[in-house]
């Protein structure tokens, strides 16, 4: 007999509505009594209990895990600007897992991955974070502007700094030979 247990299959009646080509990496139930669930890591992204569709790991701006409950922070789309897009904070989402297995690292090593760049940067009045993420079957990097809090992201000022320094990264991370 092995040193390892291999970990029970996903159970058919939890298993998400798949797409071709979307695996499941790990899974744990939640700890949250009779209307728990289970989340469900797949190499496209996160399913968590009750959401209809699953939440794409360039989606996912924080993943937290304190050893018994895994924390997570989603993008929420708030604008759209010329070749990047503008996101805020959605609320905490928390999940008590009892029995994590390898569900909290595939979390934080996919969330990592998806992440090509990331920088802070001072702004007029405030600053903000500046991100490119590679989104499973779309070519290319996806750019967000995440304003810190109190920042006026609608200020004219503000916006033309963001608008050179999403320019100016987009222009550092494009590879020289293309």
């Known amino acids: 007999m092995g040193l390892f247990r291999r970990r029970p299959k996903l159970p058919a009646a939890d298993r998400p509505p798949l797409v071709t080509d979307e695996r499941v990496l790990a899974w744990a139930a939640t700890g949250e009594g009779p209307d728990g669930g289970v989340v469900v890591a797949t190499n496209l992204g996160l399913w968590l209990p009750g959401r209809e569709e699953r939440m794409g790991w360039h989606e996912i701006l924080k ?3 304190s050893g018994r409950e895994l924390r997570i922070t989603a993008a ?4 759209e600007r010329d ?9 905490i989402q928390r ?4 029995s994590p297995g390898e569900l909290p690292h595939q979390v ?3 969330v990592t ?4 760049y990331t920088e802070h940067h001072a702004l007029p009045g405030g600053a903000g974070r500046i991100a490119a993420r590679r989104v499973p079957g779309v070519d ?10 109190g920042t006026p992201g609608d200020d004219e000022a503000v916006l033309a700094e963001t608008d050179r320094l999403v320019a100016a990264a987009r222009v550092a991370t494009t590879p020289a030979d293309l």
């Open 83 to 91: 070749g990047y897009l503008v996101v805020a904070d959605l609320p």
């Open 76 to 79: 929420d789309r708030v604008g």
């Open 108 to 110: 934080r090593a996919r």
């Open 140 to 149: 290319g990097l996806t750019w967000t502007v995440r304003f810190d809090p």
């Open 95 to 98: 999940f008590l897992l009892l």
């Open 63 to 65: 993943a937290a895990w």
């Open 113 to 116: 991955k998806s992440v090509a």
